[in-house]
DNA sequence: AACCTGACTCGCC
DNA sequence: AGGCGAGCCAGGT
């Protein structure tokens, strides 16, 4: 199981409705360090049509910006069709649509 | 094969 | 309080 691998398991398990930071993405699967690794997995592979890269995002639920996937507003888009919360126009609010415990991938 | 870089995050200055 | 460096992995040059 590659560390691309178990960033894609994690990212899948993130429930409907609900976002995580990169960071807990790492977290999920055994290194918050990896956080970095795991935006590049998303940039990388994205795996188009099984992986919602739209419900990462930073720690202070700000987007990836406008080079994401979609294009501009795409991830904001999504996010809003699944009842995420938004602060603003491109910050997910993340005290309410923050995933609480994201189950370790092994 | 080595080096650089990239959707991040945290700690130290 | 804000800026900078370190740690992690994979793919391209």
Same mark, same amino acid.
Do not use: T
């Given at each position: =199981?590659t560390t691309?691998e178990k +960033?894609?398991e994690?990212?899948?398990?993130?429930p409907?409705g609900?976002v995580?930071s990169?960071g807990?993405?790492a #977290? @999920?699967? %055994?290194n918050?360090?990896?956080?970095?690794? +795991?935006?590049? @997995? &998303?940039?990388?592979n994205?795996?188009p %049509?099984?992986i919602?890269?739209h419900?990462?995002?930073m720690?202070d639920?700000s987007l990836?910006g406008g080079?994401?996937?979609g294009?501009p507003?795409?991830?904001? #888009? &999504?996010l809003r069709?699944e %009842?995420?919360?938004?602060?603003? #126009? #491109?910050?997910v609010? =993340?005290?309410?649509?923050?995933?609480?415990?994201?189950?370790?991938?092994?």
């Open positions: =199981m691309f +960033v894609y994690a990212v899948k398990l993130i409907r609900s995580a990169y807990q993405v #977290e @999920a699967i %055994g918050r360090r990896l956080a970095r690794v +795991v935006g590049y @997995a &998303l940039h990388a994205p795996l %049509g099984v919602p890269c419900r990462v995002v720690k639920g990836s080079f994401a996937f294009g507003g795409r991830q904001a #888009e &999504l069709a %009842g995420v919360v938004f602060v603003d #126009e #491109e910050h609010d =993340m005290a309410r649509c923050r995933v609480r415990a994201l189950p370790l991938v092994l």
